[in-house]
């Protein structure tokens, strides 16, 4: 009796690693050859599987964090001490940190109601107002969130207007795709993030993706300390200790071999939830326009109220499980208060009624059917 009182209220996360078996075995290798290190084989390997997965004719890079590639990614674009860089303002804040980290100052671009990202009417706005004040924006931080591609054509179509390169932070959408082309590859630098909470991890881990390789060996060379070609220790430039560890490599070697299970699994709990939640009319999903493929990394839902998402946030909860609201928008959080932004209300309004609801690629229907019951529950509470 006691075992089933345990399982019905056994914590259920918003989105757990979920391994794939041959991650040990590539681990065990680097161990068993000695590539305990920040270098070999399975690095090599694993920005190989990356770069084919991708296709497009990408190089990437692999490193610590996605947070590091981002911070490379702005390094390699130019971006400098007072420079200003636009940046999504409803997203994680890893995407606009390393702005910060340059000396660079973030301005804040608001969403549109279609994907959730970057709204371009706002963009253009703003990289407008900006030159009319006499400075050109340096760079563009684009997201793709919760695994949905933010409107690409739009988006670069005025990125290229203007002539300003675009970050695309793709730590949330591997294996998303617009028009079958694969989320990472679209800017001029692109960003993976394999963080123990992303639809593939390697516990902790990253990857710059760029459209050549010398830009990609750029990235490596700064990612290692950026040491000149000398028999001593022979810096001309300013590095970092970004590299991607031997032992890390080898568990996204093994993770690449299950990510499109870990896709269809992913879309196959969204649809899940849709399917059940139904009757509820006024529960709005965020549905995939034409040409549009994510991987649902995870599923939101927006409620028609803040006081309804709160209490199906707190009945899950009290069942010991794990949901969240959406991203709070940078331009409302108070580290970046004082920073500039263009906003219409749209990311305020997604984080006010927006939740995310339990996504892992392991969890089970009846997992899913506990979830779902709650949510029930606190509809007709
Ligand atoms: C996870 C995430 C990052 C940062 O990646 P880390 O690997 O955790 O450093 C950046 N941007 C977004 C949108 C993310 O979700």
């Keep these: 009796m006691t075992t089933t009182t345990a399982r019905t209220n056994s914590k259920i996360w918003l ?35 990356i ?50 980290y340059q000396g660079a100052v973030p301005i804040f671009i ?9 709204d371009p009417e706002q963009l253009e706005r703003a990289i407008k107002d900006r030159m009319a004040n006499g ?59 394999f963080n123990g909470n992303k639809i593939i991890t390697t516990s902790g881990g990253g990857a710059l993706v760029a459209k050549n390789k010398v830009l990609k060996d ?19 430039e300013i590095g970092y200790n970004y590299r991607m560890s031997n032992i890390v490599a080898g568990i996204g070697r093994g993770q690449m071999l299950v990510l499109n299970d870990r896709v269809g699994a992913r879309r196959a709990n969204y649809n899940f939830y849709k399917k059940h939640l139904c009757e509820f009319s006024e ?12 991987n649902r990394w995870l599923t939101t839902i927006l409620t028609p109220s803040f006081e309804l998402r709160e209490r199906i946030r707190f009945a899950l909860q009290k069942e010991n499980i794990e949901s969240r609201p959406l991203w709070k928008p940078m331009h409302l959080q108070p580290i970046f208060k004082d920073s500039k932004n263009y906003v ?9 009624r927006g ?26 509470a």
């Excluded at 932070?169 to 989320?183: I, M, Q, R, T, Y």
């Design 135 to 193: 400075i050109k924006p340096k760079a563009i931080i684009a997201v793709h969130l919760y695994g949905m591609p933010y409107q690409v054509d739009e988006i670069h179509g005025i990125a290229n207007k203007y002539d300003i390169p675009i970050l695309e932070d793709s730590a949330e959408s591997l294996g998303s795709k617009f028009h079958d082309v694969n989320c990472g590859t679209f800017g001029d630098i692109s960003i993976l993030s």
């Design 15 to 49: 989105s757990s690693p979920h391994m794939g078996g041959a991650e040990r075995d590539f681990v065990n290798e680097a161990f068993d050859t000695n590539w305990v290190a920040p270098l070999g084989p399975n690095v090599n390997g694993f920005e190989n599987d």
């Design 283 to 294: 529960l709005e999903f965020i549905a995939e326009p034409s040409g549009y493929f994510s």
């Design 110 to 118: 608001d969403s549109e109601k279609l994907t959730g990202n970057m």
């Design 344 to 352: 219409n209300g749209i990311s305020e309004d997604l984080f006010n």
């Design 218 to 236: 750029k990235a490596v060379y700064l990612s290692t300390q950026a040491r000149d070609d000398a028999p001593h220790y022979q810096h001309s």
């Design 355 to 380: 939740l995310c609801l339990p996504s892992g690629s392991n969890l089970r229907e009846e997992d899913l059917v506990r979830i779902i019951g709650h949510i029930k529950e606190s509809f007709n």
């Design 51 to 100: 770069e084919t997965y991708l296709g497009n004719d990408v190089h990437a890079a692999a490193l610590v964090s996605g947070t590091s590639a981002i911070h490379l990614g702005l390094v390699l674009l130019g971006v400098k001490h007072g420079d200003e860089v636009l940046c999504q303002s409803m997203t994680f804040s890893a995407s606009a940190n390393p702005i910060t």
